[in-house]
């Protein structure tokens, strides 16, 4: 059913070099689209996922860069499907690299394409929210509160102003639920809620071939940041915790029988459990950093996050602070540290011993 071809090999413009992943494993119901993804740091390529014989289910879309419509059209084409074939388009999460392109599919379809995704994600591609580009009061107080300088706050706001480029908003997606299905030739898809990379975040299953489409919940080659929500007041969980949402979320997906696991951003993987084990050992090892970096004395997350990531790049600045912040909620909910002073900035110190961890 499923054959491997040989290596492919993707160029990043930005950094005018190839990088070589593996294609993924193809069957006649289910094809990989691999696009380049210039300026996401180290997330190589950004995958869109192909079911059905046509009409055609897509899984994920791709920002819009100014030449990707063009690229995925081709790609289609090499497979005998053009955007018209599109029936329905799935999103794994509300972040623009997944949805960016969806709007521009739908013109290109010329008919309307029902856009599925969690209800906890959706307000993420709405026109309000793009509009203000993607920056708020709520952005501006945790910045104060984390501590972080303003070369730093305006680092964030210009990668925000990136971001608002590269996506159209979605009028009227529809919110899909755990547990729901999702059918068409030669395929059936379960999805399956795994907040913790955003708290909208699913992966879907196909019960077949079981191959778990993961979005950005698991990636080969790097471990998925667990990004910190700061806008509280747009989700419907008020105590919405990124990193203890995302390990309960690794849980669900490792009792899954998986045959290969297929992300949104680089290679397909074939050992999902060993991965997980993997992130949870990286985990563990972060939060013993930062509760030891803690104990002498009280620090702010942007303190932290710069003796943790020295030379950080612009594109990882929110990535890191976010890192920090999602491990000391964990390191609070385990009475293993406290806020020393509210601030801003906030203090963080610990309490207890590292080797209680
Ligand atoms: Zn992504």
């Given at each position: ?16 070099r190839?990088?070589i992943?593996?294609?993924f ?9 691999v ?6 740091g180290?997330l190589?390529?950004?995958n ?50 997944h ?49 972080m ?6 680092r ?24 729901e299905?999702f059918s ?11 907040p913790?990379h955003?708290p ?19 990636i080969?080659?790097?471990t ?7 806008r ?11 990193l203890r ?6 849980a ?17 993987i074939?050992?999902v459990?060993?991965?997980?084990s ?68 906030a ?11």
């Amino acid at each position: 059913m499923t054959s491997i071809r040989p290596n492919r090999a993707v160029r990043l413009r930005d950094e005018s070099r190839y990088v070589i992943i593996r294609e993924f494993p193809q069957t006649d119901h289910i094809r990989a689209l691999v696009l380049e993804l210039p300026g996401f740091g180290d997330l190589l390529t950004s995958n869109i996922f192909v079911l059905g014989k046509g009409p055609i289910t897509l899984i994920d879309t791709g920002p819009k860069f100014p030449n990707s419509l063009e690229t995925v059209r081709s790609q289609l084409n090499g497979h005998g499907f053009d955007f018209p074939d599109i029936e329905r388009i799935i999103l794994t999460h509300g972040h623009i690299d997944h949805f960016g392109m969806a709007s521009l599919m739908e013109k290109a379809a010329g008919h309307p394409i029902p856009i599925h995704l969690h209800r906890d994600d959706i307000w993420r591609t709405t026109r309000e929210y793009i509009k203000e580009g993607l920056w708020s009061e709520e952005v501006m107080d945790f910045t104060r509160s984390a501590g972080m300088p303003e070369f730093a706050i305006d680092r964030m706001k210009r990668r925000s102003a990136f971001f608002k480029h590269l996506c159209d908003p979605i009028d009227g997606a529809i919110p899909m639920e755990d547990g729901e299905i999702f059918s068409g030739e030669g395929f059936s898809l379960e999805v399956i809620h795994t907040p913790g990379h955003s708290p909208g975040s699913c992966c879907l299953y196909e019960t077949e071939s079981k191959i778990l489409f993961t979005g950005d919940h698991i990636i080969r080659h790097i471990t998925p940041n667990p990004i910190m929500e700061v806008r509280k007041s747009l989700l419907s969980d008020p105590d919405y915790q990124s990193l203890r949402s995302y390990e309960n979320s690794l849980a669900r997906v490792e009792d899954l029988d998986v045959r290969y696991a297929f992300s949104g951003h680089g290679e397909f993987i074939d050992d999902v459990k060993g991965l997980i084990s993997r992130y949870r050992h990286h985990h563990e090892q972060r939060k013993r950093q930062i509760h030891e970096a803690i104990r002498s004395r009280s620090r702010s997350i942007y303190d932290l996050a710069e003796e943790l990531f020295p030379g950080i790049p612009e594109s990882e600045i929110f990535l890191a602070v976010s890192e920090v912040h999602s491990h000391l909620e964990v390191l609070m909910n385990n009475g293993q540290a406290e806020v020393a002073q509210p601030g801003p900035p906030a203090l963080f110190q610990a309490v207890g011993h590292t080797s209680h961890l």
